[in-house]
């Protein structure tokens, strides 16, 4: 039935849907929608996190077996919960301790069934999870709380750029979220001649995608035709940047050559924490009634932790995200803000010394002339001490060597000159590749 409802939304035309697309989301996703978008804009403080967490546990420990185990194992009851501060002694979760488990012990077996997903495939940590039914309600709920920092009404027209594979199409149409959808691996004259199209009928007010997905589509607009790009910015109000972490060097081209403000969120398929820009860029404010956010200390760094607090059917209770972050502010007792130190645990690289270099620091903390001619950096790492750079750039006869600042690194670094930047199977430019 639900395959059936979303055949059938895909083949709304844009020339109905962009009606239909006034109809608000209140009665598309119903009360709990509401709920959570009300719920949203209100900072919650201890007393409504330890309730949440209190039942939310003890349900784990009762009905759960991974948890049942997982909590008798490190020596800890639900029991010995009560108070705010109790809650530091619930048992911090990785997703090492999860791949352990079969997926049908980390899950409710009830009458009803949740929503099956899957994350962590391109990382090299596959892990299969189930969300709640309201899981999509509350998502879009605030979802739209962060996008209306920028202007943003459910019947606006985006146009968005992921890694989707349309077929032969160039661009698609998506009633559900009024967008036209950019096909990443059409050949771009074809995606212009659409795009002409569709601005012939319609006002494009937002970008929405990966953040190098819209750095590249705007980067080839440019030089391709400077025209439909003027025509495109004419009605543009902002850019939404989707599950990449903004460099510095995409935001600041796009915001120059789009002169629109962006906004950018910290989100991921477990759904255990969303957070979102207020105005200073890099500074997210959790959602503490999306999932309880937390800056744990481990081994001297900082990681973000969070609690899926509404999902009883595959929770993820005090989960440990591999993101290393810095704390900023704390109110009410709980986690206000916070900045992304490192990114994902593990996308480093080796020295000849054996030292750990986080590619964060070292592609985007230093001042690479490089960036000035080419498109993308990345990077991939066979064996300790020696590093491949790929330079996505039209110009061969350079000495990069000399344009990438090396100073003070132990390494062999190679550098190999390709024409487009190697891709996840999402469609991601990722900074490092692994295979």
């Not at 909590?71 to 029991?79: P, R, V």
């Not at 000159?417 to 990722?430: H, L």
Request: charged share 25%.
């Amino acid at each position: 039935m639900i395959k059936e409802i979303k055949k059938a939304l895909a083949a709304v035309p844009s020339c109905v849907g962009v009606y239909i697309a006034f109809i608000p989301f209140r009665y598309r996703l119903g009360k709990n929608y509401t709920f959570y978008k009300n719920s949203a804009s209100v900072f919650k403080d201890e007393s409504f996190v330890f309730h949440k967490m209190k039942s939310l546990v003890c349900f784990c420990e009762r009905e759960i077996p991974f948890y049942r185990y997982f909590y008798a194992k490190k020596g800890f009851s639900s029991a010995s919960l009560n108070s705010f501060d109790d809650l530091k002694k619930i048992p911090i979760l990785t997703k090492s301790d999860l791949q352990e488990s079969s997926f049908e012990d980390r899950v409710f077996n009830s009458g009803k069934s949740g929503i099956i997903t899957n994350t962590g495939g391109t990382s090299g940590q596959p892990l299969k999870l189930m969300i709640d039914s309201n899981a999509y309600a509350r998502e879009w709920g605030h979802m739209h709380t962060i996008w209306e920092r920028l202007g943003y009404r459910t019947n606006c027209v985006k146009l968005t750029i992921r890694g989707m594979n349309l077929g032969e199409k160039p661009l698609v149409y998506n009633f559900v979220h009024n967008e036209f959808q950019v096909n990443a691996y059409c050949d771009f004259d074809l995606v212009l001649k659409s795009l002409d199209k569709v601005l012939d009928k319609y006002k494009i007010e937002y970008f929405h995608g990966y953040p190098s997905g819209i750095y590249e589509f705007v980067k080839q607009l440019s030089e391709s035709d400077a025209g439909l790009l003027g025509r495109l910015k004419k009605n543009l109000k902002g850019v939404f940047f989707g599950s990449e972490y903004p460099a510095v060097i995409y935001r600041d081209y796009i915001e120059s050559e789009l002169s629109v403000s962006t906004i950018s969120w910290y989100g991921h398929t477990e759904m255990a924490v969303l957070a979102a820009e207020k105005g200073e860029p890099f500074l997210y404010y959790p959602f503490q009634s999306y999932g309880f956010t937390e800056s744990i200390e481990i081994d001297g760094k900082y990681h973000l932790v969070g609690t899926t607090i509404d999902n009883y059917f595959g929770p993820l209770v005090r989960y440990d995200t591999g993101d290393l972050i810095e704390p900023v502010s704390y109110r009410n007792g709980l986690l206000e803000s916070f900045k992304i130190k490192e990114g994902r645990v593990g996308e480093f690289v080796t020295d000849l010394n054996g030292r750990r270099i986080s590619l964060t620091a070292l592609i985007f903390g230093r001042h690479h002339e490089i960036f000035e001619y080419a498109n993308f950096i990345q990077v991939k790492q066979i064996e300790a001490g020696r590093l491949t750079v790929y330079v996505t750039t039209s110009k061969e006869d350079l000495d990069f060597s000399k344009l990438f600042d090396s100073s003070g690194i132990n390494m062999f670094i190679d550098f190999v000159v390709i024409k487009k930047p190697y891709k996840t199977k999402s469609g991601k430019v990722s900074l490092l590749i692994r295979d």
